[in-house]
């Protein structure tokens, strides 16, 4: 790009961000350093202020990592900044979370039955350690962080990278899904261990590629994920939050406000 004083002037911010995207996307591997300041001032005709800015943009877009006194990094794909209108939604409306169950079904039906195809040794090695946790969880916290690790794992086994993306970026508002779930299922009268059977059900039609079998025993337990998430809005004397495992209703919060997950 000409350095010249016009071609500075009429450089708007936007042109300064596509400017570095492109560096990010044609020039460079995830992990990356972008180059020094200086030089990439001088190469897009701007002041290092405007690049500044620029970076700080795409920083907070998740393309770029950035660490004090170092060079911006180009950053891994995620989900993350997509996530944060599902818990937006899902804190400001109860019904909300039925709605994500709905998504749910979309993805993890799917999502399973190509795992049954894909899965690895790694994977199921994974996986029977989530279900080995739950079995193991002597408290509630204990008990959702792996059961939502069980659901990332099986996402993740399908070897998809867009779907592994949407499932990270739904991370947050699982975990407020799954909490009120299980609030649900004890104010039902039943205990985890169904729940933690159907996980390993799931496993194990996934360890012997019934793809079929794998899908129909994920609608079952997302069938009963709902049923344990309309008796817990029903039997709700609290606002709805207030009834999760303390644990993960204050990452939730965290989350929202933008500052820290579990």
Known sequence: MPNSSDDQARLSPIGVVAALESVIFDELEIG????????????????????????RKLEARGLLDVSQGRRAVVAAPTGVHMGD????????????????????????????????????????????????AMRAADDPARYLDADLG???????????????LVIDGLTDALRLSLAQSYRGHLNRG????????????????????????????MRLHLRQAERDLQAAQ??????????????WAASAGERADGESAL
């Open 150 to 164: 069980f659901h990332q794992l099986l996402a993740r086994s399908a070897h998809n990278s867009m779907l592994t």
């Open 190 to 217: 039943l205990r985890t261990s169904d729940a933690v059977e159907q996980h390993a059900e799931i496993l194990e039609l996934v360890r012997s590629r019934d793809a079929g079998g794998a899908a129909r025993a």
């Open 32 to 55: 990356a350093s972008l180059p020094a300041e200086a030089e990439l001032a001088t190469r897009f005709g701007v002041s290092r202020l405007t690049l500044r800015e620029g970076i």
């Open 85 to 132: 209108g599902f818990v937006s939604a899902i804190r400001r409306s109860q019904g909300a979370v039925l709605e994500l169950l709905e998504v749910r079904r979309a993805l993890e039906v799917h999502s399973v039955s190509i795992a049954a195809k894909r899965a690895d040794e790694v994977d199921l090695d994974g996986m029977a350690r989530a279900v080995g």
């Open 234 to 247: 029903r039997s709700a004397q609290q606002p709805w939050l207030e009834s999760y495992p303390p644990e």
